[in-house]
């Protein structure tokens, strides 16, 4: 779907002698490549006429390095400068004759014949060490010393001739007499070269002469042809004598002329092989043209064969140079074929259609490409002279002469096709023509040679040969092309996507919203007069009227190679007919435009000759309804000595009258303005948005070929474009003329009034460079893209990119306009746009459909796809929401599977006030209703759809709309609210007749739902419809099993459950009802009829507790079974009633509801308050037992006790055994003290029991030694002193002193050990966090979900208390199982220093090793191992690091630690132990100063390294994202805590 367009355009004439008789044609333009480099030499041009035989003076000649070197067939070699001034010429002839007269040879007898006859020239880089340099300035040549460029010139006289550029410069820049001294004949054939051309690396040059004569048969005319290889010191390689052929006859013509039976070669681009071209004499008896390819040692590798495997010779091969494919197109070599057999004079007199045909490497023919015959007249001949590829192999050039055979003269032109293979399909892309004969000035032109640039595949260098006043005038042109990714055109009358088509002389048209048409198959068609070369399309501007039906249209100019442009319209009663497609017509030949003589009205108002040929890059600025302004560029005409460097641009007025529908217009076009640009133009385009913008109209957007970006403005003002400059020469390139005029929407109403034209525009353009760079201004937005299109409707810039995962991005405008990337930190999120989407590699775009969100991509194998990426059906159904069109945008959302939760996410508020209303009206298929009720879910589809920033802007900010509600009951209930108020009022809001139950089935859906679902409402619902509804149906028939509420019922059941309805059924007690849901359910008629039947014979009170009971709705059963009680009469019957209560409520644990029903009842209430409190015993919940129990009336005692002894509430025991008179004994007492102490908890909780059973002991068992000894096990060091005074013990006094120098010398332990255990497990720790957050970070870059409980894990184990040592170490302090406190508590006992305990147990030989002499155990059944599900414990995991996290936290003592040191210190330094508090003391700071340098190092080092990580991030130009794990924040704070500040103030006055 791309076409071809010309991009640039130079014209060089070549500087000709005088009197020469004419200097035969251009053979060879070779660019010096070096001559970028050559800078010393001064600005010095005059003006030159060459001489014949004198040539030009040296001091006449410029002095600026020679960029191009032209040899012509007459064997001359002008090297020019960057202004086409002449630096110095040499006469091939010349350095031949002094080469013979240096060796005393004689020419040969053909020699005066064939002086004209230099065929070919090749260069190649010579190179060769400093060392074999000649440092002598003398002017003769050693080929050997010089390096630099060396031209190889071959003739047909056998004369091969080497220039070297570089001597020859030298020797004209200091002045030399004669540049041939630069130049040496490397040797003559004495018979004659016939072909002959260097390798594509320089490295090989083939030869092909003739054997002698008297290799001959004898009787034959036939030769020996004989084919030879030289490297680049022209030392011969290999040669081959090939088969006897025809020989061509030698001529002295100046025309580039190839014989029928020439020999001709090329080689292969990679320079493995070259191919042979030659005419065998007997070949089945006759002679015929064969095509070998012989490697570069001249082995044969194939002959050309026919493929269908008959072993046939491709037959009627021409003579023209064959032509190598690149490696791209499978390395096939092109030949010219026939149709029909050619000779000599057939040749030159009779029309054959021409084709080239293909040969693969083996050398089977494989498809052709049919030639174009586009002679307009029937004594027209088109002759094929040359076909060449460039070097991508996209691009095939077919060089022709055409010659027009007249009575009167004979008429040449020349011209070249461009063809371009798609689909296996080739296509006449571009003509260029070069038939100047109704312009005076000039005549036509012949071409002689067109060769594609060894750099760029799209550069194209051809030279002509201009008769002029009977002498050649020598010029070549450089042409630059390019590909346009598509031309579709979006305003044509019948489709909004027309793509078009160039094919040579017809135009194919397709409507991709009509048929999506394969190439190079098409919808329609338009033939013109000649090839097309460009095609340009009317756009839509600003306040343009609307096209009417049967009116004729001017749609698009389309520029014609004979210089002509043809007007093509649609509407109007002449039809194409040539359309495939019912309902679409192409448009058709309305005109044609002859440029070459037109009226201009700029300074002069005769009239001016225009070389239409010349024109590109045609733009329409304006239009009004009979006229179009147009401008174009073209490059000026050269002279000789001098070409511009510069382009024209042209504005133009093209009008027509008014015609009959069956006349052609009667145009006219007048030249208005005509400008010089400052440089060469790259391109001209309109403004994307010329329907919107009011400024874009009447002005276009142009691009030098530097970047620069102008704008034009009709009437002759060029300016520069804010928007620019770009990066680099963007080929193709699209501008927005204003950026904000695409808040419009394309199908919105434009309005002159409401325009804001006072908004300051910007401009904003987009560019795609030849290397695939897209720019928009100065900024990249993707380093390598296909193609590109700016889609105003969909507000995006949409790209497909090339890489190994091609994406398709979808770049909004707005982003662009408004990004600054001074102040934006998410660049990536801007060019990496909205929602992109993987496409298929090689994919490129092709249109983008205006009116929907579809887009139409072409695969590499031509095929098109239509497509509807989530990028454009977002938005687009976005907007049609905001619009009120919920029609449209459920019908897309549905077809594209869209969450149809956006309908409500995207503005809630909206949604619930006027959108609801607004689907029900819209929406007929109730289908659709119900679709959209059962797809709600409370999600937010927002997250999942990000809205645009455009669309954004018309949503208020977000608000609680549902309150402490779920968005699907709130949804589900204003729909349910709206149904039923348009069935009641029975019409919408839009005015559309509703009937009665129209929306029951959605209502339905709005009932189940909703969380939870409300079955029962909707049962309700159908049983009331039923029963307002006329039903037919018979006397006596219940109406619950009528067809409505049968079919209403399993529609509900679709959605919940028959279970769950026949449940809700029997839980509203109708049993009818129940019955009717049962009918069409699977439920056994066996089950359900009797179980109806026994709850309707049943009183209402027990039928409605078993119905209770069996849906387990327990409260409801226990109020039906109290209100069961009046059928109960004697005492017996209510006394067994209040037990079956009782063990109901006791069964279901309905203590509180049979409280509140037994209010009344002051017995019964007890028994329930006492067996509230035996569950609440039961289920370890003491405290609230012991409340319950003293809380009846009269207060349950011995339940009070039990309770108050399981909670340990000592105090409330003694108190209720007091109560219940109840004496206790001694030992019973001292029984109770020990089991309170012995409460596991943490070291707080074990603390204030010791003083518990202390405090016991002391008032009930007067036993002060045993108080004390609990005192001490708690660390209640003063206190236990203080008792021990109190009743005059000084030995327990000591005790305690004693105790607590102990607890010292145990805590100093404690401390070291979890100073060297920290130290350890943080430098682990630091290791193990850097992994992780590695993990976090891959995790985060792939997309996946990070599954870490490291938070949760760390929030539990700082939980975890820190004991002592003792308790660390007692089995009482292991955590519980499963939990994170186990793996601390195995922490805290390894970190005290614990010894190992493990043994062996029981027999001790069934450990042993086991063999063949060791039997034990073989005769046992071995016990088959337990699967364990955990996993080994990987390094640097998540298990290890919740260890480490839960050593570290232990590590440092936590609060009541440090109180108990503190307390500890304060009680030694007051019993005179203060050597033993200093050593405590300094154990503690040891480890508090040990834990803040640690954490302060690793700290600093991680910042640091994190720095490092961030700078070298941002100068490899990424985006820093600093990745914490949850756990980081809680460590890093993890300090040591300070001890009471009596203690510091105390010893900072001791120490």
């Keep these: 779907m791309k076409n071809l367009a010309l991009q640039g355009e130079v014209c060089h004439v070549l500087p000709q002698p005088n009197g020469s008789g004419g200097s035969g044609h251009i053979v060879a333009v070779i660019g010096n490549a070096a001559s970028a480099d050559v800078t010393t030499y001064t600005d010095h041009v005059l003006d030159i006429n060459i001489g014949g035989d004198d040539d030009v003076a040296p001091d006449q000649r410029s002095k600026r390095p020679p960029v191009v070197f032209v040899v012509t067939s007459q064997g001359k070699i002008l090297a020019l400068d960057e202004k086409d001034q002449l630096v110095w010429i040499v006469h091939l002839e010349k350095v031949v004759l002094d080469s013979n007269e240096e060796n005393d040879e004689e020419i040969s007898s053909d020699a005066s014949l064939l002086d004209n006859q230099w065929f070919y020239a090749g260069s190649f880089m010579q190179e060769v060490s400093p060392d074999e340099l000649d440092v002598d300035d003398g002017m003769g040549m050693d080929l050997n010393a010089q390096a630099g460029l060396h031209i190889t010139c071959l003739s047909k006289a056998g004369h091969v001739v080497s220039v070297s550029t570089d001597a020859t410069t030298s020797i004209a820049m200091k002045g030399g007499a004669s540049c041939e001294e630069g130049s040496e004949c490397i040797g003559s054939f004495e018979n004659g070269l016939e072909c002959g051309g260097w390798s594509p690396d320089g490295e090989i040059l083939a030869l092909v002469t003739f054997a002698d004569e008297e290799e001959q048969e004898e009787g034959s005319d036939a030769k020996i042809p004989i084919l030879m290889t030289m490297n680049t010191q022209y030392e011969i390689l290999s040669e081959i004598r090939l088969d006897p052929c025809v020989a061509a006859e030698r001529t002295a013509s100046k025309e580039a002329f190839t014989h029928p039976n020439a020999i001709s070669m090329c080689w292969r681009p990679d320079s493995s092989s070259l191919a042979v071209s030659t005419m065998d004499a007997n070949v089945n008896n006759k002679p015929l043209r064969r095509v070998r390819t012989f490697s570069t040692t001249l082995q044969l590798i194939s002959l050309s064969k026919e493929e269908d495997g008959s072993g046939r010779d491709v037959p009627n091969l021409l003579s023209i140079s064959p032509t190598w494919a690149p490696a791209g197109c499978s390395h096939y070599v092109g030949v010219v074929q026939s149709s029909r057999p050619l000779t000599l004079k057939s040749a030159k007199s009779r029309q054959v259609s021409m084709q080239v045909a293909f040969m693969e490497p083996n050398g089977l023919r494989h498809r052709e490409c049919k030639i174009h015959n586009t ?211 192409p448009p058709c030949l309305a005109a044609t435009i002859d440029l070459q003589t037109i009226n201009c009205v700029v300074g002069e108002s005769k009239t001016k000759s225009l070389q239409a040929t010349c024109l590109r890059d045609l733009t329409i600025i304006d239009v009004d309804d009979n006229s179009y302004t147009v401008v174009a560029l073209y490059s000026p005409q050269a002279t000789q000595n001098q070409h511009h460097n510069f382009d024209n641009l042209i504005e133009m007025k093209i009008s027509w009258g008014d015609s009959s529908e069956t006349e052609q217009m009667d145009v006219d076009v007048t030249i208005t303005e005509l400008l010089q640009l400052e440089s060469r133009a790259l391109r001209i385009v309109n403004w994307a948005d010329t329907e919107h913008a009011p400024g874009a109209r009447g002005s276009a957007l142009i691009e030098l070929n530097d970047g620069m970006l102008l704008e034009y403005n009709q009437g002759g003002t060029i300016e520069t474009c804010e928007a620019g400059p770009l990066l680099e020469a963007c080929p193709s390139i699209a501008g927005i003329f204003d950026a904000h005029s695409t808040e419009i929407s394309a199908t919105d109403p434009i309005d002159g009034s409401e325009a804001c034209h006072d908004v300051h525009s910007q401009r904003l353009v987009v560019g795609l460079s030849s290397r695939y760079r897209l720019y928009c201004g100065e900024r990249l937005l993707s380093s390598a893209s296909s193609s590109f299109e700016v889609s105003l409707s969909h507000r995006f810039i949409t790209h497909v990119t090339i890489g190994s995962r091609p994406h398709l991005h979808f770049l909004p405008i707005e982003s662009l306009r408004d990004f600054d990337p001074f102040t934006e930190s998410d660049n990536h999120a801007v060019l990496d746009g909205y929602e992109p989407r993987l496409v298929e590699r090689g994919a490129r775009l092709v249109s983008i459909f205006p009116s929907r969100p579809s887009l139409v991509l072409q695969m590499p194998r031509g095929n098109l796809e239509g497509i509807s990426p989530r990028g454009l059906v977002l938005p687009y159904v976005m907007s049609k929401i905001q619009n009120g069109e919920i029609h449209e945008a459920f019908d897309i959302m549905r077809r594209q599977r869209v969450d149809l939760n956006l309908i409500v996410d995207l503005n809630p508020s909206n949604f619930l006030s006027c959108v609801a209303d607004q689907l029900i009206c819209q929406i007929e298929k109730i289908d659709s209703i119900n679709l959209f009720i059962s797809s709600l879910i409370d999600v937010d589809s927002t997250f999942k759809y990000p809205v645009p920033s455009w669309i954004r802007q018309g949503i208020p900010g977000a608000t609680n709309v549902y309150g402490d509600d779920s968005k699907v009951n709130v949804v589900c209930r204003k729909m349910r609210e709206l149904m039923l108020s348009v069935e009641k009022d029975g019409i919408t809001s839009s005015g559309k007749a509703v009937e009665k139950g129209h929306f029951l089935l959605p209502i339905l859906s709005t009932f189940a739902k909703e969380s939870p679902p409300k079955v029962e409402e909707a049962l309700s619902l159908i049983k009331d419809s039923a029963l307002s509804a006329k039903a037919n149906q018979s006397k006596g028939k219940s109406v619950l099993i009528s067809e409505y509420v049968q079919s209403s019922i399993q529609y509900l059941a679709f959605l919940s459950d028959y279970e769950l309805i026949f449940n809700t059924a029997l839980g509203m007690y109708d049993f009818d009802l129940a019955k009717a849901v049962a009918r069409h359910s699977q439920m056994d008629p066996k089950v359900y009829l009797p179980m109806l039947k026994r709850l309707r014979e049943l009183p209402i009170s027990l039928a409605c507790f078993d119905v209770d009971v069996k849906l387990k709705r327990f409260e409801s059963a226990l109020r039906h079974l109290v209100a069961s009680s009046s059928y109960n009469e004697t005492d017996e019957e209510m006394a067994n009633h209040k037990n079956k209560c009782m063990s109901f409520i006791e069964e279901h644990s309905l203590h509180k509801l049979g409280l509140e029903l037994f209010q009344e009842d002051a017995d019964f209430y007890r028994s329930i308050m006492v067996s509230l409190g035996e569950r609440m015993l039961k289920e370890r919940k003491s405290e609230e037992a012991l409340t319950i129990f003293l809380l009846a009336d009269p207060k349950c005692l011995d339940g009070g006790k039990r309770a108050a002894r399981d909670c340990g509430d000592w105090k409330a025991y003694f108190a209720c055994c007091a109560e219940d008179n109840e004496t206790l004994s001694t030992d019973q007492v001292t029984n109770l003290a020990e089991t309170i102490s012995s409460k596991f908890g943490n070291m707080k909780d074990k603390s204030d029991a010791f003083a518990s059973a202390a405090r016991i002991l002391q008032d009930y068992c007067q036993d002060v030694g045993y108080a004390v000894d609990m005192l001490i096990s708690g660390h209640l060091w003063s206190e236990g002193r203080r008792v021990a005074h109190l009743h005059n013990r000084p030995d327990l006094v000591k005790k305690c002193v004693d105790a607590s120098v102990t607890y010292a010398q145990t805590c100093i332990d404690d401390l070291v050990d979890r100073a060297s255990t920290f130290e350890t497990t943080i430098a682990r720790y630091a290791e193990v966090i850097e992994l992780r957050r590695n993990a976090i970070k891959e995790a985060e870059e792939a997309g996946a979900e990070i599954h870490d409980d490291s938070a949760s894990m760390f929030s539990m184990a700082s939980t975890i208390s820190n004991t002592s040592l003792s308790s660390s170490a007692s089995g009482r302090s292991m955590g519980s199982v499963g939990s994170v406190g186990t793996v601390a508590s195995v922490s805290t006992v390894i970190s005290v220093g614990a010894t190992s305990t493990f043994s062996f147990t029981g027999d001790v030989d069934n450990m042993k090793h086991k063999s063949k002499f060791n039997k034990i155990g073989r005769d046992k059944k071995k016990k088959q191992k337990k699967s364990r599900n955990s996993r080994r414990r990987k390094p640097g995991g998540k298990e290890e690091l919740t260890e480490l996290v839960a050593t570290l936290t232990h590590g440092c003592p936590d609060d009541y630690y440090v109180a108990v040191i503190s307390s500890t210190l304060i009680f030694l330094m007051q019993s005179g132990k203060r050597s033993m508090a200093e050593q405590l003391l300094d154990s503690y700071t040891s480890i508090e100063t040990l834990v803040l340098k640690l954490q302060t190092e690793r700290l600093d080092k991680d910042r640091k390294k994190q720095e490092e990580i961030e700078r070298s991030t941002r100068m490899e130009g990424g985006i820093y994202q600093l990745v914490q794990h949850p756990c980081e924040k809680d460590i890093d704070a993890i300090r040591c805590k300070p001890l009471l500040e009596t203690v510091t103030k105390v010893f900072s006055f001791l120490l």
Excluded at 415 to 422: D, P
Excluded at 546 to 566: C, E, W, Y
Aim: proline residues 4%; charged residues 20%.
């Design 375 to 585: 002679c307009v007249a029937k004594e027209e001949k088109d002759e094929i002279t040359g076909v060449s590829f460039n070097l991508e192999g996209d691009l095939l050039a077919v060089t022709s002469t055409v010659t027009s055979l007249t009575d009167e003269s004979i008429a040449q032109y020349g011209k070249v096709q461009l063809y371009h293979r798609s689909n296996y399909h080739w296509y006449l892309k571009t003509e260029l023509r070069y038939d100047d004969h109704s312009t005076q000035s000039s005549s036509s032109a012949l071409v002689s040679m067109a060769t594609f640039s060894a750099e760029d595949p799209y550069k194209l260098t051809i030279a002509l040969q201009r008769k002029n006043s009977g002498d050649d005038l020598l010029e070549w042109r450089e042409y630059c092309f390019r590909w346009d990714s598509s031309n579709v055109y979006s305003h044509y009358q019948q489709s909004s996507a027309l793509a078009i088509s160039v094919d040579g002389k017809k135009l194919n048209f397709t409507p991709l919203d009509k048929a999506m048409v394969p190439p190079p198959m098409y919808a329609g068609y338009v033939e013109l007069p000649a090839p097309v070369v460009g095609i340009t399309s009317r756009p839509s501007f600003y306040h343009d009227s609307p096209s009417q039906d049967g009116v004729r249209k001017i749609k698009f100019i389309a520029t014609m190679s004979n210089g002509k442009l043809a007007m093509l319209q649609s509407g109007g009663k002449v039809k194409n007919g040539n359309t495939m497609i019912h309902g679409f017509e």
